[in-house]
């Protein structure tokens, strides 16, 4: 089995979300956009999700890698302020209530974060399959 490993557990903020993209841009197909995803630390848990809001279709950072409102406690969409849960993707408030982010799986070892190859084929054919609205 092949992964792809993404970072330590450490090198994420406590709590503190850090993305990760995956594929280039086709020029010819504009549909077709690198996976970016995002892992989401809440002290010794991790949970990861397409960067895509459900409400939306477009990434839900405007800014590098800010993914949570200024308490910390809530995963934010930049574009217009719905509030998704960190553990569940969830959204509990703006325009897509029980909405859900896309869960990612993740494997951790020894506090290595890391995606398998076949998660990662299974997500960008999902993501090539999602309409945008």
Not at 4 to 31: K, M, S, T, V
Not at 114 to 132: F, G, P
Request: charged share 25%.
């Amino acid at each position: 089995m092949t992964i792809q490993r993404l970072c330590n557990i450490a090198d994420i903020d406590d709590p503190g979300a850090r993305l990760f993209e995956f594929g280039d841009r086709n020029p010819d197909d504009p549909g077709d956009w690198p996976l970016s995803i995002f892992v989401v630390r809440q002290g010794d848990r991790v949970h990861a999700y397409i960067n895509r809001c459900p409400h939306a279709g477009h990434q839900l950072n405007w800014l590098g890698e800010r993914f949570l409102n200024r308490e910390r406690d809530h995963i934010l969409c930049a574009s217009h302020g719905a509030m998704f849960a960190i553990d569940s993707g969830v959204c509990v408030a703006g325009p897509c209530p029980g909405e859900r982010l896309v869960r990612v799986d993740l494997e951790i070892d020894a506090g290595e974060i890391a995606i398998n190859a076949a998660t990662l084929r299974a997500l960008k054919a999902r993501q090539a399959a999602m309409s945008y609205r």
